[in-house]
T-cell receptor, first 115, second 114 residues
Framework: GENVEQHPSTLSVQEGDSAVIKCTYSDSASNYFPWYKQELGKRPQLIIDIRSNVGEKKDQRIAVTLNKTAKHFSLHITETQPEDSAVYFCAAPPASGAGSYQLTFGKGTKLSVIP | DGGITQSPKYLFRKEGQNVTLSCEQNLNHDAMYWYRQDPGQGLRLIYYSQIVNDFQKGDIAEGYSVSREKKESFPLTVTSAQKNPTAFYLC?????????????FGPGTRLTVL
């Protein structure tokens, strides 16, 4: 099955600085990479995703980059704000075929933005 | 994700009891999933279902059971065989369109074993 590793597990940044979270995956056939944000006690919410046919995707202050050769993808948050403080999860699916609708999640990164 | 509901929000169980967690969606999604979340462990897949009357085990299915009698509903039963059931349980759903698609989560149920 898929193995997803996420780093760092905790990240503190000053307000206004950038934050980068990186995930590596094991299955070279994986083709979909979402990022979720989870505030304390709340449900995970999708903030951005990327498919394997593109290398980068942006949505305002958030961007995701994908390196298929190295099998890693990263979340970039620019001009961080206190409301960005949360736990962020990356995910990747296994190879296509039976069970391809599954996602394997990283263990999460707790981001703290210091005012 | 507002179309996925879970109940109850909090659940307390005595050791040796079975409990059932409810998950309902009105998004007309074909696939539904159950995850368990423990501190520092991320989300781990318990069971998933792609269509009615069919479901598959995930990575940590032991001690759990599910049913999918209706498209809208995917209840999870935590049995007494689950050794450490205290956790935050999340239900999710997605469209099945021939490829991996976005999963939307419910608000979760926090289960505590007394």
């Amino acid at each position: 099955g898929e193995n997803v590793e996420q780093h760092p597990s905790t990240l503190s940044v000053q307000e206004g600085d950038s934050a980068v979270i990186k995930c590596t995956y094991s299955d070279s056939a994986s083709n979909y990479f979402p990022w979720y944000k989870q505030e304390l006690g709340k449900r995970p919410q999708l903030i951005i995703d990327i498919r394997s046919n593109v290398g980068e995707k942006k949505d305002q202050r958030i961007a995701v980059t994908l390196n298929k050769t190295a099998k890693h993808f990263s979340l970039h948050i620019t001009e961080t704000q206190p409301e960005d403080s949360a736990v962020y999860f990356c995910a990747a699916p296994p190879a296509s075929g039976a069970g391809s609708y599954q996602l394997t999640f990283g263990k999460g990164t707790k981001l703290s933005v210091i005012p | 994700d507002g179309g996925i509901t879970q109940s109850p929000k909090y659940l307390f169980r005595k050791e040796g009891q079975n409990v059932t967690l409810s998950c309902e969606q009105n998004l007309n999604h074909d696939a539904m999933y159950w995850y368990r979340q423990d501190p520092g462990q991320g989300l781990r897949l318990i069971y998933y279902s792609q269509i009615v009357n069919d479901f598959q085990k995930g990575d940590i299915a032991e001690g759990y059971s599910v049913s999918r009698e209706k498209k809208e509903s995917f209840p999870l039963t935590v049995t007494s065989a689950q050794k450490n059931p205290t956790a935050f349980y999340l239900c999710a759903s997605s469209i099945v369109a021939g490829e991996t698609d976005t999963q939307y989560f419910g608000p979760g149920t926090r289960l505590t074993v007394l």
